[in-house]
């Protein structure tokens, strides 16, 4: 049996740059047709954007905000992503709102250095799922193991949600659209419960609130209004593939000759948190840093351009090495939870290893 059955990552997820010129419309390249896309000026400090092209009006996107709790934003107040009226084949295409907030503030200002994480679901293309309590609508990707869900429940009894990934999936984010609410994340290897992507919460496994467990066909939400209630929701619902995607933990050791964490792959992004204590969420990409030792490190709980005061970690062939002693990262005995997406498996399909940075 080969070792994975993505030889290439970056068809299906990628992170890109670019210098903006606040005219639109303007298209990124990215290789792929984008279908889930955050976005973070790296030279002010402003809100991550998120959009998918689940979440669309007249084939526009919708901005989420990664590091506040706001409402989904209207699809005509701000520069948006066009996915569904001239979608770019190669990435994605930024177009100027109607709106009276023209500026391009978080995704194209004028000489601001931008960054974006792209992943490649299903174009758009969305099906009615009837494996829950109550109908879902999904956009899956199974070879890449990308579910995107959006489900309105009645009310906050306790239920199951079809995802339609064909395998139990690993981890899961959860955000209200029309509710001001966390960003709900959740481990399966944590039986569940959760964290935030834009808060420095200790994970709380109170399952029956937030998330309360997966199956094959199905997650669980608990009672709890960030993730279930008399609102819309969309959930990012993600299975591990080998060699393309990993979610787990690792020990910190507290010396600069850090824990190793075996991936299976060279990673192109590795999101860490503590578990044990209220530290942010911290972001690493071989496009910001392409070369060890990582030093460019953005939290997604704030608005913050990125920190390159510390030697933070190597990204490795095959996983990545913790290289300071730090509450972000490596304190001794203290677990951390990873969220990472390669750059190339640590073996092809064909036997070919993964080169070294």
Request: net charge negative; aromatic share 12%.
């Amino acid at each position: 049996m080969a070792y994975t059955t993505i030889d290439n990552p970056e068809e299906y997820f990628k992170c890109v740059q670019w210098t903006g010129n606040s005219s639109e419309p303007r298209n990124i390249d990215v290789g792929f047709q984008t279908d889930l896309n955050w976005m973070k000026d790296c030279t002010i400090g402003y809100h991550y954007r998120v959009f998918d092209s689940s979440r669309t009006t007249s084939g526009i996107g919708k901005a989420l905000y990664l590091n506040v709790d706001a409402v989904e934003d209207n699809y005509d107040d701000h520069p948006e992503i066009d996915y569904g009226n001239t979608p770019y084949s190669n990435g994605f295409e930024i177009v100027e709102n109607t709106g009276s907030n023209k500026a391009s503030v978080g995704v194209n200002l004028n000489t601001s250095l931008m960054t974006s994480w792209n992943w490649k679901c299903n174009g758009g293309t969305t099906s009615t799922n009837t494996d829950g309590d109550i109908n879902s609508t999904v956009q899956v990707n199974q070879d890449a193991g990308l579910s995107i869900v959006t489900y309105s429940p009645s009310n906050a009894t306790a239920r199951n949600i079809g995802h339609g990934l064909g395998g139990t999936p690993d981890f899961i984010a959860i955000r209200a659209r029309n509710r001001g609410e966390t960003w709900r994340t959740s481990w399966g290897i944590k039986n569940w419960g959760g964290m935030a992507w834009n808060e420095e919460y200790p994970y709380n496994t109170t399952s029956t609130a937030l998330c309360t467990g997966a199956s094959s066909t199905t997650f669980g939400v608990g009672t709890d209004w960030s993730v279930n209630g008399n609102f819309s929701y969309i959930a990012y619902v993600w299975k591990a593939i080998k060699g393309f995607s990993e979610f787990g933990s690792y020990k910190g050791n507290g010396n600069a000759d850090g824990a190793f964490v075996y991936t299976g792959f060279k990673p192109a992004m590795v999101i860490v948190k503590s578990i044990e204590t209220g530290t942010s969420n911290m972001l690493f990409d071989n496009v910001r840093d392409n070369k060890n030792v990582m030093k460019s490190r953005l939290k997604t709980n704030a608005t913050d351009v990125p920190a390159t005061n510390i030697n933070a970690m190597d990204f490795l062939s095959n996983g990545f090495k913790m290289r300071v002693n730090d509450s972000s990262f490596n304190t001794s005995g203290h677990e951390y939870m990873y969220f990472a997406f390669a750059e190339e498996p640590l073996v092809t399909s064909t036997g070919v290893p993964a080169t070294a940075r």
